[in-house]
């Protein structure tokens, strides 16, 4: 048999936190964070915080935002989560500052061997660098760097890494063009010049 699901085990996998932890925050999540009401996004943040997220300055993440692991998520200053994004955390997730996780966005971490027949699990990390943005509904897949001002369309199967000041989109994301001209400076950019 080339697929025998009998055989999988994750063993040498490490969650980051004991299983009453995890099972805690799953309970927290579907109840206290998810029933916030809209504006509570210092209290979301604390929230986050308390079970070991890295959750920046002004920060807004809404309450049906859900996230597998907090512990392995790190979330710049004045970035955005929108509703029903995913963070399915199995690996490190890292969101720079400024940068947007827009509605039902999925960002994936894990994935299985596909040529094992026990399907063994593999993890790869996602990284957000500053001023990135992934629009509604895109996937963003293991291992996947969205660089410095980069975007992901909409509705996008992100399979490789976008570089800096790029747009790419479609299934598989692809170059569109580039998000600044080469004249101009992102606003934050300008603003701190010369200091």
């Known amino acids: 048999m080339k697929v025998q699901l009998d055989r999988y085990e994750q063993s040498d996998y490490d969650r980051g936190r004991p299983g009453w932890f995890i099972l805690l925050w799953w309970l927290v999540q579907g109840t206290v964070f998810r029933l916030s009401l809209h504006p509570m996004y210092a209290f979301r943040r604390r929230l986050l915080r308390t079970f070991g997220m890295q959750v920046g300055e002004g920060v807004k993440i809404r309450s049906s935002a859900r996230f597998t692991y907090p512990w392995k998520v790190s979330i710049g200053a004045h970035s955005w989560v929108g509703d029903e994004a995913f963070f399915y955390s199995l690996d490190r997730i890292t969101i720079g500052e400024h940068c947007v996780v827009s509605q039902k966005t ?3 971490t894990g994935s299985h061997h596909l040529q094992k027949p026990s399907f063994d699990l593999i993890t790869a990390p996602i990284t957000f660098e500053r001023g990135s943005w992934a629009a ?7 291992g996947v760097t969205l660089g410095e001002y980069a975007v992901a369309a909409a ?3 992100v399979t490789k890494s976008i570089p800096a000041n790029e747009i790419h989109g479609g299934n598989p994301a692809a170059f569109i063009k580039r998000r600044f001209a080469a004249e101009e400076e992102p606003l934050e950019q300008a603003e701190g010049a010369g200091v």
């Open 136 to 142: 509604a509904s895109s996937f963003i897949h293991p």
């Open 106 to 108: 999925y960002l994936c």
């Open 155 to 157: 509705c996008s199967n």
